[in-house]
């Protein structure tokens, strides 16, 4: 199971960290996927981390304010985000696979995290950037 948490409501350019916690496999055999949705919009890759050579990958609009790591003690991978934005808003979602050519794949020249290579997913926490 996966289970996120610490998603609320922040002011812009206030920090909030989400959190991914499983329980019943361990995290560091897996890739994890961080992802968002906002209504009306479809699911985005935000950032991933391996399960190899612990490489990481962040969507352009979020470099620089968004730090992905792992607690290995915890079991936990936090999504750390900083000056927050009100486009920032949705529901963020966590997602695990074994692959870990997923996380950051090239499609062409473009690196990209995409939806459908996650097969397991935690039920989301919602993320409200609003003054």
């Known amino acids: 199971q996966l289970v996120e948490s610490g998603g609320g409501l922040v002011q812009p350019g206030g920090s909030l960290r989400v959190s991914c916690a499983a329980s019943?496999?361990?995290?560091?055999?897996?890739?994890i996927g961080w992802f968002r949705q906002a209504p009306g919009k479809e699911r985005e890759g935000v950032s991933c981390?391996?399960?190899?050579?612990?490489?990481?990958y962040y969507t352009d609009s979020v470099k620089g304010r968004f730090t992905i790591s792992r607690d290995k003690a915890k079991n936990t991978v936090h999504l750390q985000m900083n000056s927050l934005k009100p486009e920032d808003t949705a529901v963020y979602f966590c997602?695990?696979?074994?692959?870990?050519?997923?996380?950051?794949?090239?499609?062409?020249?473009?690196?990209?995290?995409?939806?459908?290579?996650?097969?397991?997913w935690g039920q989301g926490t919602q993320v409200t950037v609003s003054s």
């Open positions: 981390i391996s399960n190899t050579d612990g490489h990481t």
């Open positions: 019943g496999f361990t995290l560091d055999y897996y890739v």
């Open positions: 997602a695990t696979d074994q692959d870990p050519t997923v996380c950051g794949r090239y499609s062409g020249s473009l690196q990209i995290l995409t939806a459908a290579d996650f097969g397991y």
